[in-house]
């Protein structure tokens, strides 16, 4: 090709700026940070999980389920059950329709764990419950206190009230169970295959409460016996006192109108652990009234621990009722911590 010539037989000089090709949408105008104000979006409750999907029932009703994706202008904002969020879009409900989630409202409460006591990313299990329903098989598998105590621990820092369910009380009493958290005036419920479950019920009435266990804890069946048309799946135990994972994802299901206020229990998958990388010693004391008080007069950076790490720790100066509360929360203190403490050996459980 001889100089001066272009491809396609054009001179060179003949070219002009009309001839220069401008990629559309790079650079023209620049990105706008305004964004629709949805005035007529609709509140909603997420119901459910799924891959980029969430299950929304419309002013909290259970009737009325849309399904609806995250719009994008929320980015990768979390959105989780128990989330109070506004929908926009087709909220018909109606097969292969799908709404969108483009505001989630501020949390009043927040059940979050992380992998492990040293895994920096919180997950967040549930949002907005307003309790925390920790079942416990007292038998097959055996019950233990470390877990309970860390479920307490994430309980009372994320805002939820704590109530301890007992399953399985056909295998065992579990009166010395009990008794490791009594003076944590911690609300305890039976809930056997042979137990009614009118006190259950009647603590759940028009609140929403998250339940959380080991797997083969018989938490799916206590699901299943409030709810009835739940239908959730239920395993067994294993040879090593472990079980399946029955239930995979967090959804939350409308307890039955029984002509009083309607409430609702979010299922979550059964766990093996629970990290609490995310909590310190002063937020599990701020729980409670009355010890949030008397730490005000600790020694800078105290524990809370007692002696001999802490041996100036004003809750050793509390009396009565609030004195042994204090010793049962240093023990909690000390469970999610991993140090051992001089607490009184009547009253400490093995793990």
Same mark, same amino acid.
């Given at each position: 090709?001889?100089?001066?010539? &272009?491809?396609?037989?054009?001179?060179a000089?003949?070219?002009d !700026?009309?001839?220069?090709r401008?990629?559309?949408?790079?650079?023209? /105008?620049?990105?706008?940070?305004?964004?629709?104000?949805?005035?007529?979006?609709? $509140?909603?409750m997420?119901?459910?999980?799924?891959r980029?999907?969430w299950?929304?029932?419309?002013?909290?009703?259970?009737?009325?389920? %849309?399904?609806?994706?995250?719009?994008?202008?929320?980015?990768?904002?979390p959105?989780?059950?128990? $989330?109070n969020?506004?929908?926009?879009?087709?909220v018909s409900?109606?097969?292969?329709?799908?709404?969108?989630?483009? /505001?989630?409202a501020?949390?009043?409460?927040v059940?979050? &764990?992380t992998?492990?006591?040293t895994?920096?990313?919180?997950? *967040?299990?549930?949002?907005?419950?307003?309790?925390?329903? *920790?079942?416990?098989a007292?038998?097959?598998?055996?019950p233990?206190?470390?877990?309970?105590?860390r479920?307490?621990?994430?309980?009372?820092?994320?805002g939820?009230?704590?109530i301890?369910?007992?399953?399985?009380?056909d295998?065992?009493?579990?009166?010395?169970?009990?008794?490791?958290?009594?003076?944590l005036?911690?609300?305890?419920?039976?809930?056997? /295959?042979?137990?009614?479950?009118?006190?259950?019920s009647? *603590?759940?009435r028009?609140?929403?409460t998250a339940l959380?266990?080991?797997?083969? %804890?018989?938490?799916?069946?206590?699901?299943?016996?409030?709810?009835?048309?739940?239908?959730?799946?239920?395993?067994?135990?294993?040879?090593?006192?472990?079980?399946?994972?029955?239930?995979?994802?967090s959804?939350?299901?409308?307890?039955?109108?029984?002509?009083?206020?309607?409430?609702? %229990?979010?299922?979550?998958?059964?766990?093996?652990?629970?990290?609490?990388a995310h %909590?310190s010693?002063?937020? *599990?004391?701020?729980?409670?009234?009355?010890? &949030?008080?008397a730490? !005000?007069?600790?020694? &800078?950076?105290c524990?809370?621990?007692?002696?001999?790490?802490?041996?100036?720790?004003?809750?050793?100066?509390?009396?009565?009722?609030?004195?042994r509360r204090?010793?049962?929360?240093?023990?909690?203190?000390?469970?999610?911590?991993?140090?051992?403490?001089?607490?009184?050996?009547?009253?400490?459980?093995?793990?």
């Amino acid at each position: 090709m001889s100089p001066g010539r &272009r491809r396609g037989g054009r001179d060179a000089a003949s070219y002009d !700026e009309s001839d220069v090709r401008v990629r559309p949408g790079k650079g023209s /105008r620049p990105r706008t940070k305004t964004r629709p104000a949805h005035s007529d979006a609709t $509140d909603a409750m997420v119901v459910s999980v799924d891959r980029g999907r969430w299950g929304c029932a419309l002013g909290g009703d259970p009737d009325s389920i %849309v399904v609806a994706m995250r719009a994008r202008e929320l980015g990768r904002t979390p959105i989780v059950v128990g $989330d109070n969020v506004s929908v926009v879009g087709d909220v018909s409900g109606r097969p292969d329709t799908l709404a969108r989630v483009v /505001r989630v409202a501020q949390r009043s409460t927040v059940l979050r &764990r992380t992998a492990d006591d040293t895994d920096p990313y919180e997950r *967040i299990v549930v949002a907005n419950a307003h309790q925390l329903l *920790i079942v416990t098989a007292l038998a097959d598998p055996p019950p233990r206190t470390g877990f309970v105590e860390r479920a307490l621990a994430a309980a009372y820092v994320g805002g939820l009230s704590p109530i301890l369910c007992l399953t399985k009380s056909d295998l065992a009493d579990g009166a010395d169970f009990r008794a490791a958290f009594a003076d944590l005036d911690l609300p305890v419920v039976l809930a056997g /295959r042979a137990d009614p479950l009118d006190d259950v019920s009647a *603590i759940l009435r028009g609140k929403v409460t998250a339940l959380i266990g080991h797997s083969g %804890v018989g938490k799916s069946t206590l699901v299943n016996r409030l709810v009835p048309q739940a239908d959730r799946a239920t395993g067994v135990v294993s040879g090593v006192g472990k079980g399946r994972h029955t239930s995979t994802q967090s959804v939350a299901l409308a307890l039955p109108d029984d002509g009083g206020p309607q409430g609702w %229990v979010i299922d979550t998958p059964g766990i093996r652990s629970f990290g609490l990388a995310h %909590v310190s010693a002063n937020d *599990i004391v701020d729980a409670f009234d009355d010890l &949030r008080d008397a730490i !005000e007069n600790c020694p &800078r950076g105290c524990t809370h621990l007692g002696p001999p790490a802490d041996p100036e720790c004003a809750l050793d100066e509390l009396e009565g009722h609030s004195h042994r509360r204090a010793m049962a929360v240093r023990r909690l203190l000390a469970a999610v911590s991993g140090v051992e403490t001089e607490e009184d050996p009547e009253t400490s459980l093995p793990e």
